[in-house]
């Protein structure tokens, strides 16, 4: 098996936590865990009736034919004689109860200005949403991107796009003009919703600078919807003439009515591009009834949320997390969810730790590279606030070491709170693998077991389950109701994807360990995607955007174990023979270079020239070689290499800028 460059540190199944006077607020029917092992489809059907409101009630579970070569979708369908609308879930069954006035989102922007939005309050700004878009000849089955800060406009716009059918493809604020231009052209929206700006690190992000840029290349978009978060003058904002409409202007003259539009459990909700193993993101589509089933029971078996919780996920609505977590898991059990815009450490270090203790948040989720900033900086930004709101702390996005979880454990959570460490993906779309609090003793580092209703295994190359406490690829061994139903304009790259290595099953392409106790403890990916601070980066989709810099001649990018983001991008590059006199400043450049073509996400912690990659006989780059040169590691077998002295070539120059 290729071996990811991150592993977990030092795993070890010994130190169990269990706390045992901790207390959960929604019950947990111990007969629930039962019926999701005897039959999945069933439960799951049970799961569906009781966690959502339809407007027609399924009879049918599951409907599943295998994704094969040449079989076109759909393959799965979950409730489908079942009608339903995500947004009359997320708002309109709150707004008939004493909910009405709840604080559904409490919001605050970096520079500290602050809304709260009742859940009335949204249920009158998505209709007039709803109502905005159709008056731009959005209909159902339509595409809409929403490129947008995080700032409540985008859940309102997430939500409208709900209510009327539309699919919705959120990009997030931090990527490029020509990422925004793929993703764009790729799902063929016809409307962008973006604003003038959003506020980062005290600096302004140009989104609609960016839009213009990416629009030049976009004929598919008709209308773009300007929101004025206020970071310039409007007058600096050029709009064109009609194409371009305020927001706050069309929502003043739209009609504050829109009913929801009853939708079939399998039309889609969503579009959301993801990195893969090639240079192009792949876009997962996610369907109504099944991915709400998914989201709204997992947020409340692992999150616990109740109506007295304030429930704060710091994920970007860019991110998945963001969808499932931010959006529409919370506001379907009406929970209140804080929003903010802007860095952790704006204006100082505690400025999360700050919001805790202003709104006495009481769940908290987060990413591990977060966790390892923050224990960088040191507890005392912790201390200088009273956290003692906090219940329930969560971790997602990549594997995290048991160092961070006991410090997480310890300075965030005063040693009450349990930790729920969430191991799920883009196509999964909602929470797989994470312990129960309440009910699972929890192991520092391990994403523990399986929810109900998911067959989790352990398989070899040759799909035997691994003996207990080795290592193999994880596989989901069954169809679940918030599984990615396609790829979008790519069926077959979704059958090769995820269906093909193991017929029937579904790949996760992360590797992962299964203890003697049943633990589950997550080893990092097995493919070519980097996860860089929690964020899904593919090595092919970096080396193309190199090699059409004109200096280059090939490039091989690789990841680097970090200690505080996980992983970074390594690139090793040869230059072309006309460009040699730029050597010295090459590498800045190509850093730069990939910032404006991908985003800052993606930039290379380091650009290697070397005279040479060292590749197979065959011509293959030996990238595992290149991780090992990295990382300093003792090399391995070279005896493939073409050319030996490659090696000797890179070692020097790597040791050189050490
Ligand atoms: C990784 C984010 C270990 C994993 C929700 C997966 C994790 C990829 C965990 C998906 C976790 C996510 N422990 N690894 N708790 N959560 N991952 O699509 O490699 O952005 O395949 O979804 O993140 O990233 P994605």
Redesign the pocket.
Known sequence: MEESARTVLDFSSDVVISLHSWQRRTPLPEELFERAALDPAEFWLRVAHQVIEWIEPPTQSLQWNPPSSGSLPPWVAWFADGKLNVAQNCIDRHVRTWRRNKAAIIWEGEPGDTRVLTYYDLYREVQRCANMLRSLGVSKGDRVTIYLPLIPEAAIAMLACARIGAVHSVVFGGFSAEALRDRINDSQSTVLITADGGWRRGAIVPLKRNADEALRQCPSVRHVVVVQRGVMESDNVPMQEGRDHWWHQLMTHSDVTCPCVPLSSEDPLFILY?SGTTGKPKGQLHTTGGYLTGVTATTQWVFDIADEDVYWCTADVG???GHSYVVYGPLANGATVVMYEGAPDYPDRDRWWALVEKYGVTIFYTAPTAIRTMMRWGEEYVQRHDVSSLRLLG??????NPEAWMWYFTHVGGRRCPIV???????TGAIVIAPIPGRTALKPGS?TFPLPGYRAVVLDEAGSPVPAGERGYLVLEQPWPSMSRTIWGDPERYVQTYWARYPGKYL???AATCDQDGYFW?L??TDDVL?VA???ISTMELESVLVEHPAVAEAAVIGRSDAIKGQVPVAFVTVRESHRNELPEIGEELKQYVTERIGAVARPAEVHVVVELPKTRSGKIMRRLLRDIAEGRVLGDTTTLADPAVVEQLKEKYRGEE
Do not use: C, K, M, Y
């Open positions: 993801t991110w998945i997390t971790s997602v996005g990549e594997p995290i460490d969430t191991w799920w993906q883009t196509e994403a996760t392409s992360d997550l990092g990916r996860n929690g964020h899904r």
